[in-house]
């Protein structure tokens, strides 16, 4: 199994080294001591950043959240012009197009946290008394966080990372006439 | 005797009698002031070297102190040294297994990013941002196939079309291939279609774009390969169909020669033996048998000019047979001639299937108005044919739809305002049912100036009347019946 997550994070080279650089900059942010940032280590922490576990709840979440946001953001960013271009209306001819599909499913294949982060959260945020307000208004997020790294660990995310792409263009149509509405004010100031 | 010396310093020579004599001596030879001087430089000298000793032996125990603190290499267990440094003592305080000091800790708090993985990172959002910066270029045609996907959904493929074409041209102003684009529109218009030639056409074009020869070959594409032959077929045997109707052989055929008649049904069944060539997308040509769909529905309107009335259901029910799921090349007939034959209630299943597959198309809305005015419910069927005139709101026909309806319900000068509006309008070119039933209305309100206007009009058509308005002018049918009963229309 760790064989399989190994070569599927090389497979996302891109974005296996991209999410190790944002866990990164995290814990430095949160003083976290560092062990080991190397991206391709042959342990299941491959294409993850080996520290200490953050001490408090904002450190966990922190930790959990920052690199899943931005990956998933860039993934997104990426899939807007490779998924639309190729999936939405076809053009099979453009190369970078090719590029920025690829790039995207890679982001999307590693934007979620370790499971000892997740546990590690799970243990700030339900395993203390009070915080009920961030126990609801976080439950989500754990709940993500706690499914794409269960995940992960058999490299399902892979697969998962596939689906995202091929649907991409319908999942934002959701908030496609906002995004087109932003984009015309735009234009117009 | 012993005397002490006082040697400033407090250092003091006892005179003993061991040195008594050498002191004796040395007096012989100095005086006593430069033995006394001499003595006082000794015990400087040894003040300040006992002072320094001292100094060296606080030292000394200082340095012994920090001594015993280092690890004794004979006694610290590599299990104890840092894992990272390997020379000082594991910060236990953090917890029992830490393997690192507190050093070595300090440090990974601080650990350095990689420049080069920086750079990649910084490179990767540059490139996200140019992304999105394209994307929002685009998002104009984006939005076109996205209102497109939408009127699929919702059974108007040609909106959908419509907004296809515009997403199409976005693109293509920027030569960004759009072939999916393509190949969806020319499902949407298949499906959509209406009978005529241009639109087959227009779809084995629009595959032609999408598809090149050598992907053609290529399984995904397989479909689409059908989709151009059955187009392609369809457009060939309607050639076929007008060879046969522009034969020398039926030159003076008339309408009204029963042999001839027969003669040319003959030739035209003959058609659905024959095979049509076909250009097929991976650049070959396909052989393959004439549509007998679009063969079938030209008999059919040959049939129906040619008052063959008998014949019309026959031929509707065969071209449904050859292809049912084309219900644009008979639904709407087939409705009209079972309502004209009394079974309303087939004719309402077919007006059902023909508004829910297509509800761009006025031909759904048109045929329930019709069955409704003709089983005496007129305001069902102005609701009906107004939800039609709302999708081609400046179409002549489905006025004279909404007209023939105040008629059959003895509204006479409502029909006469509708269609006289028209009538007064300069760049309007009527046809000959438009003035026909125009002349109804003018002729049920005794505006005979109107109807003389509007004779005249036909007249220029060379068009006589039919003979249901010789019925009806003659006083044998009236206007209710006129668009009640038998055909429901002026002919």
Request: overall charge negative; charged content about 25%.
């Amino acid at each position: 199994m760790t064989t399989l997550y190994i070569v599927t994070r090389f497979l996302t080279f891109f974005g296996a080294e991209a999410r190790t650089f944002f866990e990164h900059l995290t814990c430095r942010i949160l003083k976290l001591p560092i062990e080991d940032t190397r991206a391709f280590k042959p342990s299941e922490l491959c294409a993850h950043v080996e520290h200490e576990l953050a001490p408090k709840l904002g450190g966990a979440f922190l930790v959990c959240w920052l690199p899943f946001t931005l990956t998933t953001l860039m993934s997104c960013l990426f899939l807007l012009t490779g998924a639309y271009r190729i999936l939405y209306i076809g053009d099979y001819s453009s190369l970078i197009s090719w590029l920025l599909l690829w790039l995207g499913f890679s982001f999307a294949a590693n934007c979620f946290p370790t499971f000892e982060d997740v546990l590690n959260l799970r243990d700030k945020l339900y395993g203390q008394k009070g915080h009920t307000v961030a126990k609801i208004l976080l439950a989500p997020y754990f709940a993500v966080f706690f499914c794409g790294a269960w995940l992960e660990r058999f490299s399902i995310t892979f697969l998962t990372a596939g689906v995202f792409t091929a649907f991409f263009p319908q999942i934002f149509t959701v908030i496609f006439p906002l995004v087109k509405n932003i984009v015309q004010m735009s234009s117009d100031i | 005797m012993n005397e002490s010396i006082k040697i400033k310093g407090g250092f003091s020579l006892k005179d003993d009698k061991k040195n008594k004599s050498s002191l004796e001596n040395l007096s012989g030879n100095y005086a006593a002031d430069d033995l006394n001087e001499e003595l006082e430089r000794l015990a400087r000298t040894f003040q300040q070297e006992l002072d320094k000793a001292k100094q060296d032996a606080e030292l000394g125990e200082k340095l012994g102190d920090i001594v015993q603190g280092l690890p004794d290499e004979e006694t610290l267990e590599e299990a104890d040294l840092c894992a990272a440094c390997g020379e000082r003592r594991r910060d236990k305080s953090v917890s029992p297994d830490y393997e690192y000091c507190s050093v070595c800790r300090e440090a990974m708090r601080r650990y350095p990013l990689s420049i080069p993985v920086l750079l990649l990172t910084v490179v990767l959002a540059v490139v996200a941002v140019v992304s999105a910066i394209d994307f929002c270029g685009y998002i104009d045609g984006y939005e076109n196939v996205r209102l497109a996907r939408k009127a699929e959904k919702e059974n108007r493929p040609e909106s959908a079309v419509e907004y296809y074409d515009m997403a199409i041209a976005i693109f293509e102003s920027d030569d960004v291939s759009a072939k999916r684009l393509y190949l969806d529109s020319a499902d949407d218009l298949m499906f959509a279609m209406p009978r005529g030639r241009s639109t087959m056409e227009d779809v084995c074009r629009r595959l032609q774009k999408a598809v090149d020869t050598i992907e053609a070959k290529i399984p995904l594409y397989a479909r689409y390969n059908d989709v151009n032959e059955e187009a392609g077929a369809m457009a060939a045997t309607l050639d076929l169909v007008e060879q046969t109707m522009n034969d020398e052989a039926f030159a003076d055929y008339d309408g009204k020669d029963e042999e001839m008649y027969k003669q040319i049904i003959a030739k035209l069944d003959a058609i659905s033996e024959q095979t049509v060539t076909v250009d097929a997308l991976d650049g070959s040509t396909v052989t393959r048998p004439a549509d007998l769909s679009v063969l079938y529905l030209m008999e059919y309107i040959f049939a129906y000019s040619t008052d063959h009335l008998d014949d019309t259901l026959r031929y509707l029910e065969k071209t449904e047979a050859a292809a049912p799921e084309r219900l644009s090349l008979y639904a709407y007939e087939m409705g009209l001639v079972l309502v004209q034959n009394g079974d309303a209630n087939r004719a309402k299943k077919y007006a059902e299937k023909l508004y829910a597959a297509n509800k761009d198309s006025v031909y759904g809305p048109c045929l329930y108005a019709t069955i409704y005015r003709m089983t005496g419910k007129p305001d069902e069927a102005h609701k009906w044919v107004d939800i039609a005139i709302d999708e081609m709101p400046d179409d002549a026909d489905l006025k004279r739809q909404k007209a023939m309806i105040y008629l059959s319900e003895d509204k006479p000068q409502e029909a006469y305002e509708l269609l006289g509006g028209l009538m007064n309008d300069s760049s309007f070119s009527g046809y000959a049912q438009f003035y026909m039933t125009y002349i109804v209305a003018a002729h049920e309100l005794g505006k005979t100036d109107n109807q003389a206007a509007a004779e005249e009009k036909l007249q220029t058509l060379e068009t006589a009347y039919t003979d249901r308005m010789n019925d009806y002018l003659a006083g044998k049918l009236t206007a209710v019946q006129m668009f009640t009963k038998g055909t429901g229309d002026v002919e």
